[in-house]
C-alpha cells in the first residue's frame, strides 16, 4: 500500500525583481498536520515533485499559536495564519502564496512595513517616557474595558489589509488594522491624550475617506475583531473634530 501524501503548489519568487513562479511538492500525511509543519518539511528535505534537488521554501514564524501574526500568507485563495491551517481541512493541491499587498521579500517572505509606518503615522501607542515611577495609572471603566480588550487581540498579522481592496499599490490607505488601533488607544484613558493628534492623522490623505466599507476586513480577521465597528465609530469621531476645527473649538 502506498504512502498518503499531500500535493503542494508553492509560488516562489527568488528576490524582490525576480518573476514569480509555482514549483510543487508532496510530503508525507501526518494526522493533525498544519502547513508549517509541512514547510518544515520541505526545508529538511527541499525536493519537488520532479525528484529535483530545490533550495528550501522561505517564509516566516515564530509563536506557532496564531498570536505573533508573522506566518500570513495565502492558503488556497484565503489570507490567514499558515500555523491554524490544518491541512486535514483543506482541498488539495494546497496552493500558498505570499500576500499580495506587500512587497515580497523572497518566497512566502512579505515586508511588511507598509502596515508598521501605518501605525506610527497614527502614534499607536500610549506615550508615556521615562524611567520613572509615575504610580498607578488612571482606572477604565469595566464596560469599555471588556471592548477595548478585543481590539487589543490585534497582532499585526496583515490579513485585513490583504482582504482589504482599498490597500493596494496604487493607493496610500493605511488600511483597518491602524484604524481600529486608534480607536482603542483612544479610549485608554491616558492615551486620549493624544486623541486629537490621532484623529487628525486619520483626516489626512490616506486616512479614513479611503476606506471603501466593503467589510472585507471584519470577515477575514483571524481574532473575530470588530473592525467595521471601529471604523463606523472613527466616522463619528472625525466628524466631530472637524467641526472642533471649524468653529476652534
Not at 109 to 128: E, G, N, T
Not at 149 to 178: D, R, W
Amino acid at each position: 500500500m502506498s504512502e498518503k501524501k499531500i500535493h503542494f503548489k508553492v509560488t516562489r519568487q527568488d528576490d524582490q525583481n525576480s518573476t514569480p513562479y509555482i514549483e510543487e511538492f508532496e510530503v508525507p500525511y501526518r494526522p493533525n498536520m498544519n502547513v508549517i509543519s509541512a514547510l518544515m518539511e520541505f526545508r529538511r528535505n527541499p525536493v519537488n515533485i520532479k525528484g529535483e534537488k530545490t533550495t528550501p521554501i522561505a517564509w516566516d514564524m515564530n509563536c506557532l499559536e496564531e498570536v505573533c501574526g508573522a506566518c500570513s500568507m495565502v492558503i488556497n485563495g484565503k489570507p490567514r495564519q499558515s500555523c491554524t491551517a490544518l491541512v486535514d481541512q483543506l482541498t488539495q493541491p494546497i496552493h500558498l502564496e505570499p500576500m499580495k499587498t506587500f512587497p515580497v521579500v523572497r518566497d512566502l517572505v512579505i515586508d511588511r512595513s507598509r502596515m508598521f509606518d501605518s501605525l506610527k503615522k497614527v502614534k499607536a501607542w500610549i506615550p508615556i517616557d521615562g524611567t520613572y515611577d509615575l504610580g498607578p495609572g488612571p482606572r477604565m471603566a469595566e464596560s469599555k474595558r471588556q471592548w477595548a480588550y478585543e481590539l487589543s487581540k490585534c497582532m499585526t498579522c496583515g490579513v485585513c489589509l490583504e482582504a482589504c481592496p482599498n490597500v493596494n499599490s496604487k493607493s496610500n490607505f493605511i488600511g483597518p488594522a491602524p484604524l481600529s488601533q486608534v480607536r482603542l488607544f483612544n479610549a485608554h484613558p491616558t492615551g486620549e491624550m493624544n486623541k486629537e493628534e490621532r484623529l487628525e492623522a486619520l483626516m489626512s490623505e490616506g486616512g479614513l475617506a479611503s476606506c471603501g466599507n466593503s467589510q472585507n476586513c471584519v470577515q477575514s480577521c483571524p481574532k473575530g475583531i470588530p473592525l467595521t465597528t471601529s471604523i463606523a465609530s472613527l466616522n463619528r469621531s472625525t466628524t466631530l473634530q472637524s467641526f472642533k476645527n471649524f468653529f476652534g473649538a
